[in-house]
């Protein structure tokens, strides 16, 4: 299975200083800075978009990891390789094409994932693994209802990790949603090895504390 990799998702962060605690973040033992993207449309919530991972870019050399939670996510993807984003996360849920953008995202020099809400079945994939698995980085299985943070963890999406898993052992397999000390070990037993962690991390006294627990209990299960 590929490295674990911690990714504390800066939605929780706070946005008046988002350059300064993207970098603690990676000073604190973070691998990917998570970059929630919000339409307003497929979601909610409303966030950020290209100019801000632009801005980022200038002042951090962390691995922008961009979750696009947005309608037609295709229209957004020169945009977001000109920004500077390292990865590109887009939703089977919202393309008509998804092999095609997984191509056009790699062309542009980031590397794809594709994410599932906990009402999709990894059944949707089956065209998108038949056709281009080699150029799929990332599968992202939500387990919360995306769109806002802060959300319990939803152990039931551990099925959905398994069934990638087992199908294919040196994918990334990143989870996102309610991740915790508490919860990582459900997460990491079923395959997870990308663990996004907002206000856990956020919101404890020492983020590094966690971020190094959380590190551990994937580590374990490698």
């Given at each position: 299975m590929p490295k674990a990799i911690i990714a504390p998702s800066l939605l929780s962060g706070d946005w008046a200083y988002l350059a300064r605690d993207c970098n603690k973040m990676i000073e604190l033992g973070a691998d990917y800075?998570?970059?929630?993207?919000?339409?307003?449309?497929f979601v909610p919530n409303l966030t950020i978009g290209?100019?801000?991972?632009?801005?980022?870019?200038?002042a951090t050399t962390g691995y922008?990891?961009?979750?696009?939670?947005?309608?037609?996510?295709?229209q957004w993807v020169d945009?977001?390789?000109?920004?500077?984003?390292?990865?590109?996360t887009f939703h089977i849920e919202a393309s008509d094409d998804p092999v095609a953008l997984i191509r056009?995202?790699?062309?542009?020099?980031?590397?794809?994932?594709?994410?599932?809400?906990?009402?999709?079945?990894?059944?949707?994939l089956e065209t998108v693994f038949a056709e281009c698995i080699d150029d799929l980085h990332m599968v992202l299985v939500m387990t919360v209802e995306p769109g806002f943070g802060g959300q319990s963890f939803m152990v039931d999406m551990m099925?959905?990790?398994?069934?990638?898993?087992?199908?294919?052992?040196?994918?990334?397999?990143?989870?996102?949603?309610?991740?915790?000390?508490?919860?990582?070990d459900a997460a990491a037993e079923a395959g997870a090895n990308v663990i996004v962690a907002g206000s856990a991390v956020f919101g404890a006294p020492k983020p590094e504390v966690v971020i190094q627990g959380l590190r551990v209990a994937l580590e374990k299960c490698n």
């Open positions: 800075l998570h970059m929630d993207v919000m339409d307003g449309h290209a100019p801000v991972i632009k801005s980022l870019r200038k922008l990891d961009c979750h696009l939670m947005v309608s037609h996510p295709e945009d977001f390789a000109k920004a500077g984003a390292d990865g590109f056009r995202i790699k062309s542009l020099g980031m590397l794809p994932g594709i994410a599932v809400k906990p009402g999709t079945p990894i059944s949707s099925d959905k990790v398994r069934e990638v898993r087992a199908r294919f052992p040196e994918i990334y397999i990143q989870v996102d949603g309610g991740l915790a000390l508490d919860t990582v």
